[in-house]
């Protein structure tokens, strides 16, 4: 991801997650912090057409305060993109980091109602490790925290 892609990854989260979408300058800002890290705190890429250059999806992982861990922060696939294999590419990707930097351990945390995104993780390799009460706002609602062993 580079911050010409913003602007389109900022459509994508707001088609995506409506009132709960990062604002165009969280994206901005994880980018600054990201390449200036060191050692490396996360990293966000775009999947794109390489025929068009469109933007299809965009994911984004950090590294655990924990250190050994990654998180995944954000994924999501444009709407007419879905159901095409996208994130799964997206998700091979941050697999692919995680294995290559020795992580054992890839968490996410998911909304307990978004049950197409829970059956896709689980296809994935993740499996339900709890809930987090309170996580969501609008409407509350607690996240189903996944992780997956590597």
Known sequence: MTRRDIPTVAAIERDTFS?????????????????????????????????TGEILG??????????GEMDIINIAVAAAHRRRGVGQILMRRIVGLCRRRGVPLLWLRVRASNRGAQRFYRQMGFQARGRFRGYYLDPDEPAVIMAMEL
């Open 58 to 67: 965009y994911a984004g992982v950090e590294v655990s305060a924990l250190w």
């Open 19 to 51: 009132r709960e979408a990062w604002p165009a300058q969280a994206f901005k800002d994880l980018l600054a912090v990201f390449s200036r890290a060191t050692p490396v705190r996360g990293a966000m890429w775009v999947a794109d057409d390489p025929p």
